[in-house]
């Protein structure tokens, strides 16, 4: 299972300005949907919506058919794993940033993890450069290594839905590249819903939806959105 609908979802955070103005899209269970816009767009917007962060002001959103303000908080949170931006980790070893996904998981899933977001090598370090309990010297993480610590995080959870907040812009294109491929690893097979800010970053994509003034104003695949210009 997996489909996540948006049903003619409208949204504002001050009544005086209506960011959604009625979006509506599905993503079928498995499959992977992007949404791209301009900055301000409501892209994360949609994803605060569907974590329920906020509840939307008229439509509804929906997972497997069932409207999600039927759904327990615990049970969405156990269905939706997020990559986000900006990583906050915790002060511990990488490994326990990594297990915090899944906190049952044995060591050798949590090196597995850390293997296919190519983070091994240091997940007995610490990301902030502290000194850790093995006696070990921590590291300062880059930003790329964070996301990629998040990345491995999520890859141990496995939860059937995924959001992608890409914001990979700020990174050098050889991390870009491998947080893409990292990304590609942890989406596959699963219903995936990636925040993009760039049309070049989403060519796997099924479907592309582009987000203008609160609604979606054209939706394609990569090649006929490219074909548009
Ligand atoms: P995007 O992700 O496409 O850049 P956002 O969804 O973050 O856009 O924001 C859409 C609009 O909503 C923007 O104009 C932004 O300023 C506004 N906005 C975002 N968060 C809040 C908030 N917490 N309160 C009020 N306005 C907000
Ligand atoms: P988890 O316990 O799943 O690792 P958190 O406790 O960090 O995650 O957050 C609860 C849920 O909200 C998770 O699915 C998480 O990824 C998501 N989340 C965290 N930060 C954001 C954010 N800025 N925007 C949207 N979703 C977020």
Redesign the pocket.
Known sequence: GGTVRFEDVRFA??PERE?LKGVTFEVPAGRTVAIV?P???????LSRLLFRFYDVSEGRITIDGQDIRQVTQDSLRAAIGMVPQDTVLFNDTIAYNIRYGRPGASDAEVEEAARLAQIDGFIRATPHGFRTEVGERGLKLSGGEKQRVAIARTILKAPPILVLDEATSALDSHTEREIQSALDRVSEGRTTLV?AHRLSTVVGADEILV?AEGRVAERGSHAALLAKG
């Open positions: 955070y001050d960011i816009g900055s301000g767009a409501g892209k994360s917007t925040i987000l």
